[in-house]
C-alpha cells in the first residue's frame, strides 16, 4: 500500500478504446464499406491505418475543425488514396456509427465501483458533443463530466485539451488520475505534462512509448478496482461486484 501518493480528487478518461469499443466498431464499419464499394481484396487494417494517419495529421493542422468535418475529409482523402470513390454517406455512417459503439463489458460496472468510492469521474475526448453523447448514454449514468476537442478547441496530444479539462474540473494535475489506451496520445501528453497516468492495454496494435512508463499498466477496466486498492486510495478491500 502507498498512501502517501495523494488520492485523485478525479479520474478522468479517454472515451474511445478506452471505454468504448473503438477498433471493434470501426473495423465492422470498414468491412462493410468496403464491401459496398467492391474493395473486398483491399485490407481493412490498411484502410484503418491510412484513415488515422489522415486524422491525426488534420487534428493538428489549422484552422480548427469539428471532429465530424476531420472524419469526412479523412475519410475522402483515405478512399481517393486507394483508387475509390469518395460519397457524403461514406463518412455520415460511420460518424452516425461512432455514437452507437457500445463500451466494452467491464466499463460500466467498473465506473460504478469507482463512483462508490467517491471518486469524480470525467471522460476528455477527441471528439464533437453530440458524437460522444450517444455512448455516455451507455455508460450507466457514472459520469459526471464529458469534455471535449469542441469545447477546448484542440485535439490530444495538444496540451490545450488537457489543460482546459483541468481548469474546467478546477484541479492540478496531482489531483488527477488519467485512464487511457492510446499511446501517441494521451501517454504522450503524460509524458509532457506530468499528470499520472495509466495505460489500458488491451493487446491491440498500439504500442507503448519507447521513452515513458506510465503509472501502471493494466489489460482492461476490470483491473482498475485493484490498482486502487494497492494505492490506498480506498477502504475496500474486497471483491469488485464484477468490475
Known amino acids: 500500500m502507498t498512501a502517501s501518493i495523494p488520492r485523485p480528487t478525479w479520474i478522468t478518461f479517454d472515451c474511445y478504446g478506452t471505454l468504448i469499443q473503438w477498433d ?14 467492391e474493395g473486398e481484396g483491399l485490407d481493412p487494417d490498411r ?26 475529409l479523412s475519410m475522402e482523402l483515405t478512399l481517393n488514396e486507394l483508387g475509390m470513390d469518395y460519397q457524403s454517406q461514406d463518412a455520415d455512417g460511420l460518424i452516425q456509427r461512432i455514437g452507437w459503439m457500445p463500451p466494452f463489458p467491464e466499463v460500466p460496472a467498473t465506473l460504478k465501483w469507482l463512483k462508490d468510492q467517491g471518486f469524480n469521474l470525467c471522460i476528455v475526448s477527441n471528439t464533437d458533443d453530440d458524437i460522444i453523447s450517444g455512448n455516455v448514454a451507455q455508460l450507466g449514468g457514472y459520469i459526471d463530466r464529458v469534455i471535449t476537442a469542441q469545447q477546448a478547441q484542440a485535439y490530444k496530444p495538444d496540451h490545450r485539451l488537457f489543460n482546459h479539462a483541468h481548469r474546467q474540473l478546477g484541479v492540478d494535475i496531482d489531483q488527477v488520475l488519467h485512464i487511457c489506451a492510446s499511446p501517441h496520445l494521451d501517454l504522450a501528453a503524460a509524458k509532457v505534462m506530468g499528470f499520472r497516468c495509466v495505460w489500458i492495454d488491451r493487446g491491440t496494435r498500439r504500442k507503448a512509448l519507447p521513452d515513458y512508463t506510465p503509472d501502471a499498466v493494466l489489460s482492461d477496466l476490470a483491473q482498475v478496482p485493484e490498482y486502487i486498492r494497492s494505492m490506498g486510495w480506498t477502504d475496500d478491500q474486497g471483491e469488485s461486484h464484477g468490475a
Open 24 to 37: 471493434e466498431g470501426l473495423l465492422s464499419y470498414v468491412q462493410r464499406l468496403l464491401d459496398s464499394k
Open 47 to 72: 484502410f484503418i491505418n491510412l484513415y488515422d494517419r489522415h486524422e491525426h495529421r488534420l487534428e493538428q493542422t489549422p484552422p480548427h475543425r469539428s471532429f465530424a468535418d476531420i472524419s469526412r
